[in-house]
């Protein structure tokens, strides 16, 4: 097939014809989904560490029937089977309602994973709904990660300019909204109309989005779920980012001798050598990311568009489980009060006082408790929805369902519930994998949440037809909108219920 217009060849839409080439992409009952996109160059030899270069142009039609590589990682007990040395992963997927073609213009979601900016992919969702139902595009990414996301060495600033290295992960994000600029409309989506979101690691990334100067007019809204826009500085990562040329062997007397070193090895030796030692994650960068998204919120200098932050209820609930209960045993009650001590050195006997074991139905979730509540919701999610909210439209969420299902590979018991943890809204909205499938109060749910969601999309504001108008957010009289199995309402309790008042006290 020739790589005219979809009309032309009689394709249904299968074919569509982008800026670099023509692809091929599948039709799957009402919808279309278009896999393995290149939006850049593979960034090996010596593209590694640099930013990202537009994808070349290829002739004939590429099927974009499958997803393409993973970025380079490991598996993990979420992920299993999922390790991935292919440095060849720049690559995204388009999904688009049926009916959607080239002037039909309609919103376009674009969905940045998580995983601690060390795993995940685009493929990890299938967002089938979010298309159909929302009637949007969505666009899921894959960007580098870990050291070959993240890694900033004073070395590699030697080679590419002052301040240089670093971001590369996040480079690659900003590189794919160009992407979605230059091509959603062939697909049926509005160049004009894009709302970026993302969870965890990759609502970091909305974040750092949000406060780069290279981002600027690439998106019209803005969705963070479950981060609380965390930045490592340049100094701390370099420091820490010694050990990891140390691990491979880098260490040479000049800085060109150092990254020829580092160019040089397998992505293996790398994975090998993060592991241990390193900082990956975004941090401060000029040009790139010049001040923190926090402080960037707080001046009103930042990407102006509407944002919609929130999480799940019980976000840590995940971690304490991952690393206690699945992999060895549940928090002791002494476990417990150790790590608040740990954590939080003089203020730990007043905030044992305030979550005693005694008030939770074990120690791990008294613990998951405290890092859900002061670290996350008191300093992160609700202090930036006060700072944002001064200078655009900001709205708050609280996912809530106690009925949610579990992950996978959540196959060990666990000693407290696990039904609001952290990633347990994504089977909802991006259709995430769950053990067992929503069932039809969840779907109805799922059909509410995703109602909200498109709405922002299109309008910025979340008052879709038939369901809680939610108003914006305002610190002095605040109002989220929760979402548990009775379905969505509006509620004016989250400080309540992290009890952030308590948290303030210890500030």
């Not at 139902?133 to 890694?151: E, F, I, M, P, S």
């Not at 670093?166 to 979605?180: C, H, K, S, T």
Request: hydrophobic residues 40%.
């Amino acid at each position: 097939m020739g790589q005219g217009s979809s009309a032309a060849s009689g394709d249904t839409g299968q074919v569509v014809r982008t800026a670099n080439g023509a692809v091929r992409g599948v039709l799957d009952g009402g919808h279309r989904v278009f896999n393995g996109i290149p939006y850049a160059e593979p960034p090996v030899g010596e593209l590694r560490w640099k930013p990202p270069r537009p994808a070349s142009p290829w002739s004939g039609v590429r099927s974009a029937a499958k997803p393409a590589a993973d970025c380079v990682q490991t598996a993990v007990a979420w992920r299993p089977a999922a390790a991935s040395t292919d440095e060849d992963c720049l690559s995204l997927n388009v999904w688009a309602p049926k009916k959607a073609s080239k002037g039909t213009s309609r919103p376009v979601a674009v969905w940045f994973h998580g995983g601690g900016s060390v795993n995940g992919a685009g493929r990890d969702f299938e967002p089938v709904s979010m298309a159909e139902q929302g009637d949007l595009l969505v666009v899921t990414v894959n960007y580098r990660l870990g050291a070959l996301g993240y890694l900033t060495l004073p070395e590699l600033d030697e080679a590419g300019g002052a301040g240089a290295s670093g971001n590369y992960g996040l480079l690659d994000q900003i590189e794919a909204l160009r992407w979605v600029e230059r091509n959603i409309a062939d697909f049926g989506g509005d160049p004009g109309q894009v709302m970026i979101a993302g969870q965890s690691a990759g609502a970091g990334g909305v974040c750092a989005l949000l406060a780069s100067p290279e981002a600027a007019g690439l998106f019209t809204s803005a969705v963070i779920q479950s981060s609380t826009c965390g930045v490592t500085s340049r100094e701390t990562a370099q420091k820490n980012n010694a050990a990891f040329v140390t691990a491979l062997g880098c260490d040479a007397r000049s800085a060109p001798a150092t990254v020829a070193c580092l160019r040089g090895k397998p992505p293996s030796d790398i994975i090998n050598a993060q592991r241990n030692t390193g900082s990956w994650g975004r941090v401060i960068q000029e040009g790139v990311l010049p001040v923190t998204a926090q402080e960037a919120f707080r001046s009103g200098d930042f990407n102006r568009v509407p944002v919609l932050v929130g999480g799940t209820a019980h976000e840590d609930r995940a971690f304490v489980y991952e690393q206690n209960d699945l992999v060895s045993q549940p928090v002791t009650e002494a476990a417990h009060a150790a790590a608040v001590r740990a954590q939080f050195g003089t203020k730990a006997d007043a905030i044992l006082a305030r979550y005693p074991v005694s008030a939770y139905e074990s120690p791990g979730a008294a613990l998951a408790q405290v890092q859900t509540d002061g670290p996350r919701v008191c300093s992160g999610v609700l202090p930036n929805a006060a700072a944002l909210t001064r200078t655009v439209p900001t709205y708050v969420y609280e996912f809530r369902d106690e009925t949610a299902p579990l992950r996978p590979y959540e196959l060990v018991p666990s000693s407290f519930s696990l039904a609001t943890q952290h990633s347990a809204e994504l089977p909802y909205l991006w259709g995430a994998n769950t053990a067992t499938p929503l069932s039809a109060k969840q779907r109805q749910l799922s059909h509410d949440m995703i109602a909200y969601w498109a709405e922002f999309a299109r309008t910025g504001s979340l008052a879709p037809k038939g369901l809680p108008a939610v108003p914006r957010y305002s610190a002095a009289a605040p109002r989220e909108v929760a979402f548990d199995s009775g379905g969505p309402r509006v509620v004016d309790d989250m400080a309540v219920k992290h009890q952030c008042a308590f948290w303030a006290t210890l500030s």
